[in-house]
């Protein structure tokens, strides 16, 4: 049979390589690969506590990468899937992210062994801490970082998942955080515009897109039940406050509480009254006698009883800081803590007020308490 002339004119050496070339093609293709994947992977820890005493904070930094000849090589795209973020009523099941903020003016023992005492998954929670620019910021810092230390090299299971701790770039507006100092009435509307201040810095900071709750508490909140995350979440209320009383010392040995936080209230006619007869940039302020606003406070609402229904709820139009719960769409929908007067309210009511205006319900549970020590009491 006559070869064609295009295959005669072909160099044997091409042919050679050519059927070389198939037979590595095939061999590729259809050989087994040593080194695939198994069908099925372990599945990674949720959020791994972290190794080291100063861990990073909420959102995912990457440490920028450099190459050889010195220019910078852009960060990889991440894809975070807001919408498969749940905030349920059982969130230690759906494995639920949650950021403890707290503005920390003055380090209590107390507060930390509290903290530690959540029974709540430590590697589920994250923590947050904004310090003032001060003597006593400084000292609250060192001590902070003390048991940071001491708690971040410890058990694994005690470790918390990240831990941010902010200083304020801005004066505080009071030298003393004494009691009698911070509550008198002509310092709250300074010393709450600083509070807003100091706790959108810590909120904007931290808020990460794995959060799926926020909790703030105040340093001096040394007194919750162990499961205080798990309670209030299991209400599925987007703002949710518990009532915060104060345990002080009595004249004859012991102690007994006393209502503490009055911003947690339902309106009142009186109140909305006085508003409309306010300058634009006056605040109403709760708990001073000078101005009586006759609204219903949540800490008068308190049943005392050892059988009380611990889970009543009900509506809010104001809530106070000492422990709020928010979810953190609510907070990513835009409600901060207007550092002015916003409907002629500050800080956390001004927060309350922001948030019912974005379409959030706040809520309260009069007879689950929390408490703060009197400073008599503070070791």
């Known amino acids: ?99 403890i903020l707290t503005p920390l003016a003055r380090f209590y023992q107390e507060y930390w062994d509290n903290l530690l005492a959540l029974s709540y998954p430590h590697h589920l929670i994250a923590l947050g801490f904004i310090t003032p ?3 006593e910021g400084n000292a609250a810092t060192a001590a902070l970082q003390e048991a940071i230390t001491k708690t971040q090299s410890g058990p694994e299971a005690k470790r918390f998942a990240s831990i941010t701790v902010l200083r304020q770039d801005f ?16 310092n709250q509307k300074a010393r709450r515009a600083s509070m807003s201040r100091a706790r959108n810095s810590l909120l904007f900071t931290t808020l990460g897109p794995s959060t799926a709750w926020v909790l703030w508490l105040d340093s001096d909140i040394t007194e919750t039940p162990h499961t ?5 979440a299991a209400h599925d209320k987007p703002i949710i406050v518990p009532n915060c009383f104060q345990r002080y010392n009595v004249v004859d040995g012991g102690s007994a509480i006393r209502p503490y936080d009055y911003n947690s209230w339902q309106d009142s006619q ?26 219903t406070l949540m800490a008068m609402l308190a049943d005392n009883s050892p059988l ?39 800080e956390t009511e001004g927060f309350a007020k922001m948030a019912r205006r974005l379409g959030w319900g706040c809520w309260g549970l009069p007879n689950y308490f929390v408490s703060i020590l009197s400073h008599d009491m503070i070791q």
Not at 171 to 186: A, F, G, I, N
Not at 270 to 295: C, F
Not at 312 to 327: E, F, N, Q, S
């Open 308 to 346: 009380r229904d611990q889970s009543r709820i009900i509506p809010l139009d104001g809530v106070g800081g000492t422990a709020l719960m928010v979810k953190a769409e609510v907070h990513r929908d835009g409600a901060m803590f207007p550092p002015f007067a916003f409907y002629h309210l500050i």
């Open 270 to 295: 009186v109140a909305l009254d006085i508003a409309n007869s306010m300058g634009p940039d006056d605040i109403l302020l709760e708990g001073y006698e000078n101005m009586a606003t006759y609204r």
């Open 133 to 135: 620019k001060n003597k």
């Open 171 to 186: 004066d505080p507006p009071l030298q003393s955080q004494e009691e009698t100092e911070r509550h008198k009435m002509e």
């Open 228 to 232: 205080l995350i798990q309670d209030l």
């Open 1 to 99: 049979m006559a070869i064609s002339r295009s295959l005669r004119r072909t160099n044997p050496i091409t042919l050679v390589l050519a059927t070389l070339l198939v037979i590595g093609f095939f061999f590729f293709v259809f050989s087994p690969s040593s080194n695939a994947a198994p069908t099925t992977l372990p599945k990674a820890k949720h959020n791994s506590p972290a190794s080291n005493p100063l861990s990073p904070p909420t959102a995912p930094f990457r440490k920028e990468i450099l190459q050889s000849n010195g220019r910078r090589v852009p960060p990889p795209v991440v894809h975070y899937k807001l919408n498969n973020l749940t905030t349920s009523t059982d969130p230690v099941a759906n494995q639920e992210t949650v950021l």
